[in-house]
């Protein structure tokens, strides 16, 4: 049974606040309506976790006999198509995880306003905006990749387009408005910024680091000694399937506090 729509005054939108109401605020709204949240990235990132999983497991396991499956070597020094393999599989898992994040920010965005948004409600406009997020993942990536400048600057511009997402899925802007309208949203608050969503990149990381941990353990009666090549294949495209699905309920949170963050400034530049 779906619980109650908090209200607005409940969960106290919009008005600026300090880190530990922010957390609480997000946990109060992914409880509240843990199905409409979820689910629109829950219903992309499973079978994208699942197929990368295979999808590596296939490309090392047929094409590249040669290439040791037991370290990070293929991705730095492996032959030019393993790379490139890898590297498609990759990108077009966090397309797809940029759209399941971007319907949850739609959808965040509906509840705060008090609708419960449908699956497809959630889904349809990420999808009809993918051309739009890809292009931003692209500009990162490619500053990122390529010059020394973009390697150093980056935190600052990401920090700086932190809200780019957020206004290319709820205000219909295009790639250059979104950017404008994030570099205005976070003049002087970038701090606040940083400091506000600093609980939950640790919470999504450490969720990550215990996932690790706790697929290391359970997988130990599975993996003999002299394990081979195949079964380390095997392991590997499952841990990669698993800690996808884990990562879920934690990028929703991430998500969802972001959104409010969002709507919190939005409001306070329009006061």
Known sequence: MTEPIPSAEALDVPVLVRPPRLYRRAYTILRSQRRALLLPFLVLQAPLAITAGLAQFFVLFHFYPD?????????????????????????????????????????????????VPKLAESL?????????????????YLMFAFTVVGVVLLPYFIVRFG?????????????????????????????????????PALLA????????????????PFVSVDAGRTETLALTSFAIAALGIVAVPCSAYFAIATTILYLDFRSAENA
């Open 163 to 199: 809200f780019a997402f957020h206004a290319l899925m709820l205000e219909n802007v295009g790639i250059r408005a979104s950017l404008r309208r994030s570099w205005s949203l976070l003049r002087r608050r970038m701090f606040r910024f940083v400091r506000s969503l600093t609980f």
């Open 124 to 140: 349809d406009p990420a999808f009809t905006r993918m051309g739009g997020l890809f292009a931003l993942g692209a500009l990162f």
């Open 205 to 220: 990381t450490g969720a990550f680091l215990l996932g690790v941990f706790v697929f290391s353990i359970v997988a130990i």
């Open 67 to 115: 290439v040791p499956a037991d370290s990070f070597e293929p991705l730095r020094t492996g032959p030019d198509g393993l790379r490139l393999s890898l590297a498609t599989i990759q990108a077009v898992w966090l397309l797809f995880a940029a759209v399941g994040l971007a319907a949850t920010v739609f959808a965040t965005n509906a509840v705060i306003a008090g609708r």
